[in-house]
Structure formats: structure tokens, C-alpha cells
């Protein structure tokens, strides 16, 4: 009766082991704020200042089919602010959730680039008006 009993807990505790070691390998999404940096050529990789947890770093933003036929994706130019929800990866980060936001939402150290990048967008397009 013992060795039945002790071969279904050990049994048991392996699949625990293993299950924990399954969830340990995911990654949970991060909040990310993202200033687009240039015109957008190919609309699944943009370029883009992004800023994860206080820190800014240039990256692709990496567009998966459900957010291509997402309106605010759809209408991206330079200097957009955005909210992303995804996975930092080698490649840059894959948005899994995107909000279109007003720069003064955007975190103090994003905020001067997205300020200086609509001054100069501002600038380019001023003399094309007259």
C-alpha cells in the first residue's frame, strides 16, 4: 500500500515541477510609452523612441496582423505618442495591445523628444504652406 501511495506523490510533485517550470518561460506583457521616429515605410516595423521603465531606447515596434487593422495603426506618422502593451524581444517590441495618445501623457522623458520632434515636423512643413 506504501509504495503505490509514494509513487503517485512523487508523481504528482514532478508534475507540479514541471507545470512551474512551463510558467516560469512566459513573459508577462510590459507597459511601454513609444514616440514614432521616422515615417514609417513598412507599417510592421516602425521605428520608434521607446520607453520602458524610466528608460529610453531606440526600437522597431513590431506589428502583428490584429494590430495592422487597428485605426490608430492605420493613420501612424511621425512624431505619434503611443501606449503599447507586448513583449520586448531581440528583434524589438512586439505590441500585443496600442492606444494612441496626447504627448502630454507621455513620460518626462519621452516628453522633450516628442516636443522637439513636432517643432522640427512643424518646421519642415511651415515654408510648404505660403
Known amino acids: 500500500m506504501r509504495h ?3 509513487f503517485l506523490c512523487s508523481i504528482l510533485i514532478v508534475l ?12 508577462e506583457d510590459v507597459i511601454a510609452f513609444a514616440v514614432v521616429s ?7 516595423r516602425v521605428p520608434a523612441k521607446v520607453a520602458i521603465e524610466g528608460s529610453v531606447t ?8 490584429h494590430i495592422l487593422s487597428n485605426l490608430a495603426w492605420k493613420q501612424l506618422e511621425i512624431c505619434h505618442a503611443l501606449k503599447l502593451e507586448g ?26 523628444y516628442a516636443g522637439d520632434c513636432l517643432l522640427k515636423k512643424a518646421l519642415e512643413v511651415a515654408p510648404l504652406v505660403d
Not at 16 to 27: K, L, P, Q, R, Y
Not at 38 to 44: I, N, Q, R, S, Y
Not at 87 to 112: C, T
Open 87 to 112: 513583449q520586448k524581444s531581440s528583434e524589438g517590441f512586439r505590441i500585443h495591445y496600442l492606444r494612441a495618445i496626447d504627448g502630454a501623457m507621455l513620460p518626462m522623458v519621452l516628453q522633450g
Open 16 to 27: 507540479v515541477g514541471v507545470a512551474h517550470t512551463a510558467s516560469a518561460g512566459i513573459e
Open 38 to 44: 521616422e515615417l514609417p515605410k513598412d507599417k510592421t
Open 4 to 6: 503505490p501511495a509514494f
Open 58 to 65: 531606440d526600437m522597431k515596434l513590431l506589428a502583428s496582423d
